[in-house]
């Protein structure tokens, strides 16, 4: 059986930060490269501009030779048990091919924290390595969520997306960065997630309508984390349809010190660990997951696939770049995410879900939907054994960071 590869240049390997974050992990430790040998990671479909990452002149001569099949391997979200066997080769023979047979030396605590994650990650959570591990500092010093101050509005072809039917009674309204859900329920729709406040507008509002869906049945909107990617259109939702807004209390506290554009909401519902929000037929329950943003709230819910219940793990908080000179607050960020990854498990959810896409690849995966054959497993279920490396990628990535600044000079 032959397997065809899609057309990839080699542009596309430069702009894609987890594929240069999965051949690093392939690399023997301590490889060290040119200038020639660098590939530079641009902003593209939506990511972060991550800088520079070093690649060995061996690693720049394998992907130009395998390029196709090595993005096809780690870009798929679908994979049949002839496929996975191929890329399962195809990486194996992409690490004897560049000589990185890895002999482990003694590690200090911040390369076993690194280690691990890189175990964890595997081929499926590159994104989540980058930012949490690679790239944890911030990329734009003095930025940040939140809200507070003019906004300059990106060119709407970087960010916009179209909305996605992906469960039964789950709904995609994200722009190919941020993601935003509307969970529809026998009594109305529960909303996780309200984007930029430029995008609020054309990507939840007019999403819902276009997905047949109406705004004004809105009930409740639950923010994960109070920054500005999240949260400004929370206060359009709350005047115009009269929604609940459902927040961490820290984050409550937090956005009431600021101007958000679009508003600043008034406080509603606090949301407390263990609570749940319950509309009709659908109950999700809140975890408390404070880290990235001291009131990061996580969820568990159900949702159905062809009638089909199944249980979503909702990751709210993100990078570490707000955090990452904190060492107590690192810690705390890896202890929520460990807890979180017990409940999830004993809840046997199989679903991931975040609210970044380089995170979760949820505007890929909400692509992917469109062509997806009966019988074929759905994209976002990734198993109870994925979800739980997920979690343990971004619980060790926290704690590299904070042994990191244990060494002198850091």
Known sequence: MSLKMPEIDAGMIARRPEIVAAMRVLLPEGSTSTEEDRLRVHKADGLT???????TSAAGEFYATHRAALVYCLLSNHLGRVR???????????????????????????????????????LDFQGTLVRT????????????????????????????AEPAKVYDNLYFLGTKIHSSWALTTSQGIILIDTLYNYAVEPEIVDGMKKM?????????VLISHGHGDHDEGANLMQQRYGAKIVMGGPDWDAIEKTTMPGGTPKRDIVGTDGQKITLGDTTVTIVATPGHTPGTLSFLFSVKDNGMPATVAYSGGTALQVIYRDIAKLNGYS???KRFAKLAAAQNATILM????????AYIKARLLAVRKPGEAH?????????????????ECALAQAERLKRPNS
């Open 49 to 55: 501009a991550y800088g520079e990452l070093p690649l």
């Open 84 to 122: 996975m066997k191929f890329c399962s080769a195809m990486m194996l023979a992409a690490a004897l091919c560049m000589g990185a047979a890895v002999t482990y030396a003694a590690e200090d605590a911040v390369e076993t924290h690194q280690r691990n994650a890189k175990d964890a990650a595997g």
């Open 133 to 160: 591990c690679i790239a944890p500092v911030p990329l734009n010093p003095g930025g940040g969520g939140g809200g507070g101050g003019a906004q300059k509005v990106p060119d709407r072809s970087t960010w916009y």
């Open 212 to 220: 047949g869906l109406d705004p004004a049945q809105v009930k409740y």
């Open 335 to 337: 202890d929520s995410e």
């Open 354 to 361: 975040s609210n970044h896409s380089e995170f979760d690849n």
């Open 379 to 395: 994209p976002f279920d990734v198993g109870t054994e994925a979800i739980a490396r997920y979690l343990t990628v971004k619980s």
